[in-house]
């Protein structure tokens, strides 16, 4: 809570400010405490914005091709370019964790997951499944990216709809002063706070950040549908055209909390809602779910008791439309400004 309560002060401004930056920082430093339990003044400004947005270029359409055929990022053109510019700055995160974790470790004393990693990486080291430093290095840039650039473009996303939306904004607020009134929010809120637990679940299926999940493979032959898959046939599942089928989400390009709330203003049950896969599903599901989750309702929270959220012109939000979105592994809206109201 910290980390947020800092990034609330530092939204305290009288000019309008793009929010993305400050957002971003505080999600790094969270990630990076549960990580590496790196001091609060530690790894974050190290993992720049720029490392951000070639995370998410990296896996867009100009680039993609260049995993199929790794040959063509010698051919001199832009997206090689870039690429290899993109490359050389994730090498330069992975030896800022990795490193550091390996120099400070102590077998006793275990801060986060890097030294968990590291110290399978020990006990494997004389086995016949050794787990080599390209590996930690590539498990913990991972782990980085996905837990910081996930979260900060679904937050950036959230606080847009906001701007669209003062009347879903003005029932937050009221959620929160009766649930909570002026005292600092906790995990134990969300159970009394269903339209802002439904109002995360509409953004995260609205935006679909991630909009292909991570691919699986079948084991053995199966017929779907009709459809012949052979064993070893790799499956990707599409969310975004999912989560914007109108079969299952009636009206699916308007936002709109209440489709996740009962006539009681509660949330329907789990079973109702198997069909929103924001973090994937199945065994293979993002270990980052839940971690995720808390993330994004401690921060909405907290910064929606302090303020109320406008758009840098009146009357003029930015286009939250997901289809024009950076394109990528994970979809970026673009840039734009806010100005903060500090709420009575």
Partial sequence: MDEIQ??????DREDPFDPYEDM???VANIALIVLSHQDRKGLAR????????????????????????PWTINIPHESGRFFKEAIVNMNTLKELCVEKTKKTFDGDNLRGVFDDIFKEQEKRKNTDQPLSDAAFKGI???LIIAAIVTTSTALKSMIAYLLDYPDIQEKLHKEIDNAIGERIPTLDDRKRMPYMEAFILESLRYMSHIPIAIPHETMVDVTLNGYFIP?????????????????????????????FLDDAGELIPTDQRKLLMPFGAGRRVCVGEQ????????????????YEFLPEKPGCPPNYDPRDSIMGGVLKMKDYKIRVKKRD
Avoid at 6 to 11: G, H, N, P, Q
Avoid at 252 to 259: L, Q
Avoid at 291 to 306: D, E, Y
């Fill in 6 to 11: 800092d990034c609330v002060e530092r939204f």
């Fill in 24 to 26: 971003y920082l505080t």
């Fill in 46 to 69: 190290n993992v720049p914005l720029k490392v951000d947005g070639e995370a998410i270029r990296a896996f867009g359409i100009d680039c993609a091709y260049m995993d199929i055929l």
């Fill in 140 to 142: 913990s840039v991972n």
């Fill in 231 to 259: 064993k070893g046939t790799q499956v990707w599942t599409d969310l975004f055209s999912l989560h914007h089928d109108e079969r299952y989400f009636p009206d699916p390009w308007t936002f709109k909390p209440d489709r």
């Fill in 291 to 306: 971690m995720a989750r808390v993330r994004i309702f401690l921060f909405m929270t907290t910064m929606l008791q302090r």
